[in-house]
């Protein structure tokens, strides 16, 4: 990889990061690119060339995330979407607040979801052709996705020793 790639790959990543924090801090309404770039360190010019508008950078920030979610690793396809998945649910800093405020983007804005819809029917195909592995699998996704929506929604019944109960029994479950 080229000098200038690395750059442009470190300016957007520095972006990204800046776009959560603010996100985290102040919702994605009150969020504006000269504060993105401010935090950055970067001038508004270097933030617009990676991201020409502020839909740009909330999509960039969701794809971004689903690329995570989506991190090629080894394994049966259910334990992947566990260890990979559940981590996300267990890491998330202030997750309710980032939540909250990017389902309200992605209200404003229904292309929001286009990266996430892709990303579920790229795993889905992959489940679908993963077997044995199969019925596991798509337990696995849907059981997982469930709690990642009782944890965006701020509407689990789960105490914090329940819900590590779960993502355990999730995970025993992948696994076997």
């Given at each position: 990889m080229c000098a200038a790639a690395v750059t442009k790959r470190g300016s957007?990543?520095?972006?990204?990061?800046?776009?959560?924090?603010?996100?985290?801090?102040?919702?994605?309404?009150?969020?504006t690119l000269d504060a993105v770039a401010a935090r950055a360190g970067l001038s508004k010019g270097g933030l617009l060339y990676n991201?020409?508008?502020?839909?740009?950078?909330?999509?960039?920030m969701i794809e971004r995330f689903v690329e995570t979610l989506n991190a090629p690793s080894e394994g049966k396809v259910a334990e992947r979407i566990a260890d990979i998945r559940l981590a996300k649910i267990e890491n998330l800093p202030d997750?309710?607040?980032?939540?909250?405020?990017?389902?309200?983007?992605?209200?404003?804005?229904?292309?929001?979801l286009e990266p996430i819809r892709?990303?579920?029917?790229?795993?889905w195909a992959e489940i679908k052709l993963s077997g044995e592995d199969a019925d596991k699998a798509l337990t696995t996704w849907l059981a997982v996705e469930g709690l990642c929506f009782?944890?965006?929604?701020?509407?689990?019944?789960l105490s914090d020793e329940e819900r590590a109960a779960v993502i355990a029994k999730l995970r025993a479950m992948a696994a076997a």
């Open positions: 957007r990543d520095a972006i990204l990061d800046a776009a959560n924090a603010l996100v985290r801090e102040l919702g994605v309404s009150r969020m991201f020409p508008s502020k839909d740009a950078l909330v999509r960039g997750k309710n607040r980032a939540s909250h405020s990017m389902l309200a983007a992605i209200a404003e804005n229904p292309s929001l892709e990303a579920h029917a790229k795993l009782f944890e965006m929604f701020a509407t689990s019944p």
